[in-house]
T-cell receptor, first 114, second 112 residues
């Protein structure tokens, strides 16, 4: 069964802390994505990556950075967490091969910044 | 104008009813389209792809109208288990990559 896992389901951090959210997929997918989901705003793309060591900004990259050192792992970093980064964070992966482009999502990390 | 727009609902429908959702997109160069289902406190999961010719999967029918730039999802004979939020996703080539934009989702509540 295909799987995308995220390091934590719930996380509570304080303003100014550095936060790492980890995502691992076991499907050998080339593409990986980080979204945040907020009520009324839907899923918004933060960053994505189409290959190892490659990253592209999404629609709301400010305050975030990413790292993809290995194909299966895509990390989201909040350099200095702020209260407006309290949200549900969803990681996803996909592969263009076969023409599907279906996105497989992890279970999400609900981050609260106090 | 948002790139992808959906009516947030909620749509409250009785069991057995037929319900339809639309999703409009602004960029005519959009290439592929999908419907995802998201249960409360869960991650989105693919429900179905939307093909130019339309496609049907049991009680679910998805259609694409390129001229008017919208996709639709029709659910027949609604079940309680259909209660969820339905997200549309639009893919477009952008700078050599596939850019994906999701709608905000339409909430469906099927009531007994």
């Amino acid at each position: 069964d295909v799987k995308v896992t995220q390091s934590s389901r719930y996380l509570v951090k304080r303003t100014g802390e550095k936060v790492f959210l980890e995502c691992v997929q076991d499907m050998d997918h080339e593409n990986m994505f980080w979204y945040r989901q907020d009520p009324g705003l839907g899923l918004r793309l933060i960053y994505f990556s189409y290959d190892v060591k490659m990253k592209e900004k999404g629609d709301i990259p400010e305050g975030y950075s990413v790292s993809r050192e290995k194909k299966e792992r895509f990390s989201l970093i909040l350099e200095s967490a702020s209260t407006n980064q309290t949200s549900m964070y969803l990681c996803a992966s996909s592969s263009p091969s076969g023409g599907s482009n279906e996105q497989f999502f992890g279970p999400g990390t609900r981050l609260t910044v106090l | 104008r948002k790139e992808v727009e959906q009516d947030p609902g909620p749509f409250n429908v009785p069991e057995g009813a037929t319900v339809a959702f639309n999703c409009t997109y602004s960029n005519s160069a959009s290439q592929s389209f999908f419907w995802y289902r998201q249960d409360c406190r869960k991650e989105p999961k693919l429900l179905m792809s939307v093909y130019s010719s339309g496609n049907e999967d049991g009680r679910f029918t998805a259609q694409l109208n390129r001229a008017s730039q919208y996709i639709s999802l029709l659910i027949r004979d609604s079940k309680l288990s259909d209660s969820a939020t339905y997200l549309c996703a639009v893919h477009m080539n952008s700078g050599g990559y596939q850019k994906v934009t999701f709608g905000t989702g339409t909430k469906l509540q099927v009531i007994p």
